[in-house]
């Protein structure tokens, strides 16, 4: 069917045409990891939030409660200082099962035949949504926007994704009521990011589940140019639609003094800020080319290695193999500092003198944090895939030591060189790369995708023209069952 809307539209940028004339638009904004959860994802998540209010729309996002993020990655307050007031925000009673640990809460399957409870729990999930770990949250999910359009009709729904099970809840708003919906799948779902190629086929459901959403979508933003390549070919039907929307990195996050003056007798500091994410394999080799990057460069003799970030969730965090590695790496001067809160991430970035991007994946991963990297001036050391998004980032960074993959040799080079970078990098050169930087601010990248967006959404109202037929939401009843509906899954 046909939404009309009572609000009239500037088709430039998304805003109302002029004050009075109706009300407000509204943006139901699917984004679980929103602020204050401590995610990299929430940084993006909250810039999106912003931007839509900045151009006078309602905004009302639906995540998960709070305390959910204690069992998972954690919250970093902070994150809520810069999110607009005006956003309301629906948190929902979710949380991952796996993740409990109370005892007194487990089943006696779960407390008895642990790993048989977790591949029973896997399986029903993904009956109810072909996704594991968050398919069991689909009935939630679909009634929290079915809810929030009837108290606030909305414009638009805008997913982001992961988890992807927000997709059904997405089409369940489209499929009843007619709104309109887009997509941020980030790194996108069909592709296995980190090792390339298919995630599934056409043919399965989730394949099935896929081209039934990006059939009908308004839009669709991925982080890179592989990414959006992928879908093209894989839909090109809606080639039209996929569109770029990079990461970018925060302003604030970066320093805005000049690098302290290096000291190598003191000892210089190499730093990680980031999710700690990658193999104990990438980082065993990382710690050994650095152990043997002192051993011959003068300049690292004192040096000091900080690795700030997140290892590990619920009751790994801080807990498994790579923690154990930083541990064994103390002699030679590696240290662990964990999270840093955002409000804190500049001061980090100016106790040092150099940073290491270790990265996980290829050519479809970009990682938000080479953008911050870049922007700070500072020399980086990259530990990734030579054919890896990052790389066509940094591309003619003056202070970039380049691409080597896991070769330990060419790593040892790369601290060595990134050393005398430090101590012989020009105030000038520091500069030019910040204005290489400046093109990625995320508040630039964000505003131009969500006037783009907004403005499409206001002005078509009415059905999204696919394959040159006009999509109608359909008739036919839903699959999910009640018990299903319900969403929760015993632990």
């Known amino acids: 069917m046909t939404q009309s809307l009572d609000v009239s539209t500037s088709s430039s940028n998304g805003r109302p045409a002029a004050a009075g004339r109706g009300r407000r638009p509204h943006l139901i904004y699917l984004a679980i990891g929103f602020p204050p959860a401590a995610k990299s994802c929430a940084y993006r ?5 912003n931007q839509f209010r900045r151009i006078g729309w309602d905004v009302t ?3 998960i409660a709070a305390a959910s993020w204690e069992r998972d990655s954690g919250l970093d307050y902070s994150l809520l200082e810069q999110v607009d007031p005006e956003i309301r925000v629906v948190e929902l009673p979710l949380a991952r099962e796996d993740l409990e640990t109370d005892i007194r809460r487990f089943s006696e399957e779960r407390a008895l035949r642990p790993a048989k409870w977790l591949t029973n729990l896997r399986k029903r999930e993904k009956k109810i949504f072909p996704e594991p770990v968050f398919g069991s949250w689909r009935g939630t999910l679909e009634q929290a926007v079915l809810d929030v359009h009837r108290q606030r009709p909305a414009n638009l729904l805008l997913a982001s994704c992961v988890p992807y099970v927000n997709l059904a809840a997405a089409w369940k708003l489209w499929e009843t009521q007619g709104v309109p919906y887009a997509v941020d799948f980030r790194d996108g779902w069909s592709i296995d990011v980190v090792n390339g190629g298919q995630a599934f086929t056409p043919d399965s459901e989730a394949g099935t589940w896929e081209r039934r959403i990006l059939d ?7 982080v890179n140019d592989p990414i959006a390549d992928h879908y093209r070919e894989r839909y090109p039907h809606v080639a039209d639609r996929v569109h770029v929307v990079r990461n970018g990195y925060d302003k604030d996050s970066v320093p805005m003094i000049r690098p302290r003056r290096p000291d190598p007798e003191a000892g210089l500091t190499f730093g990680y800020l980031g999710t700690v994410n990658y193999t104990t394999h990438q980082l065993r080799v990382v710690l050994d080319a650095w152990r043997e990057a002192r051993k011959r460069e003068p300049l690292l003799r004192n040096a000091r290695f900080e690795i700030r970030g997140h290892i590990g969730a619920g009751a790994n965090r801080e807990a498994n193999g790579l923690t154990e590695l930083i541990r064994e790496a103390a002699d030679d001067g590696v240290s662990f500092g964990g999270p840093v809160r955002k409000a804190e991430v500049a001061e980090t970035y100016g106790r040092w003198d150099a940073l290491v ?5 290829g050519r479809y991963v970009t990682s ?7 922007a700070t001036g500072l020399p980086i050391v990259s530990v990734h895939e030579v054919d890896h998004d990052a790389s066509r980032v940094l591309d003619g960074h003056p202070l970039w030591t380049g691409a080597c993959g896991l070769d330990e040799l060419r790593l040892v080079d790369s601290f060595r060189d990134a050393a005398r970078m430090v101590v012989e990098a020009t105030d000038e050169q520091r500069a030019g790369v910040r204005d290489h930087a400046d093109p990625f601010t995320r508040e630039t990248l964000m505003q131009k995708a969500v006037e783009q967006l907004a403005a499409h959404a206001l002005a078509a109202p009415g059905d999204l023209p696919v394959n040159g037929a006009a999509v109608h939401p359909s008739d036919e009843p839903s699959t999910i069952n009640e018990t299903e509906r319900a969403g929760g899954v015993r632990a």
């Open 357 to 361: 991007l270790i990265l996980i994946g």
């Open 216 to 222: 009908h979508c308004q839009s669709l933003w991925v």
């Open 368 to 374: 938000g944090k080479v953008y911050e990297y870049m």
């Open 61 to 63: 996002v639906v995540t």
């Open 45 to 49: 998540m909250r810039e999106t939030a």
